[in-house]
């Protein structure tokens, strides 16, 4: 394996800000979606690979060096601590770059776990919901995803008896009943009277 520090061209005692800086201009040039139907496209996903495993080595050595502990947070990788750490600050579009830049059959649960999470802050929540289901498909004992995906479940009227309640939900994920009806027709038929119409001629 080559050194790397060399691979993603950072002197040795670079601090931690520095590394993150120098991965993620790799990843933009290396991104595999760059090189679609181009000769280059095999070596590109190859040279992505390499700057993820060198990343991974390199920030998994600082922290141990520092705090003496792997856990739970290197579960999918150096890259995903550096991509939920940007995703609590707001950093979406840094966060969605360093996620397309892992070749796509090395992606893992975690992967897709926070793929959804950048999709949902971008608004886009059918994206989201289907990357968040991959991920509790590929880890179903991870009650993170599971509880991320039953939120999600919720807000699409999912939930309860017969599992779908679509029916019930309005599009601001409130359910109806026959006070948020009359309440909707009563605002209808004011909005009506005041352009001169009548949407209810007995109110």
Known sequence: ??????????ARGASEEEIKAAYRELARKYHPDQYD????SDLAQEKMQEINDAYDTIIRSLHASSTGYQGAAYRG????????????????????T????VPADTRS???????GAVLLKKGWFDDAYTCVS????MDP???????QKAQMDQKRGTAGVGGNRAGNVDCCGG???ACRVCETLYCMDCCCECMGGDFISCC
Do not use: H, T
């Not at 139907?37 to 280059?40: S, V």
């Not at 990788?77 to 840094?94: C, S, T």
């Not at 991959?134 to 498909?137: G, R």
């Open 109 to 115: 649960a975690e992967w897709y776990f926070l793929k």
């Open 141 to 147: 004992g991870n009650s993170e995803y599971r509880a």
């Open 1 to 10: 394996m080559k050194d790397p520090y060399e691979v993603l061209g950072v």
């Open 37 to 40: 139907n181009n000769p280059l």
């Open 175 to 177: 359910e109806w009943d």
């Open 134 to 137: 991959q991920a509790c498909a």
């Open 98 to 101: 360093l996620l397309n830049g």
């Open 77 to 96: 990788g150096g890259q995903y601590d550096d991509v939920r750490e940007m995703i609590e600050n707001g950093r979406i579009a840094d966060a969605e």
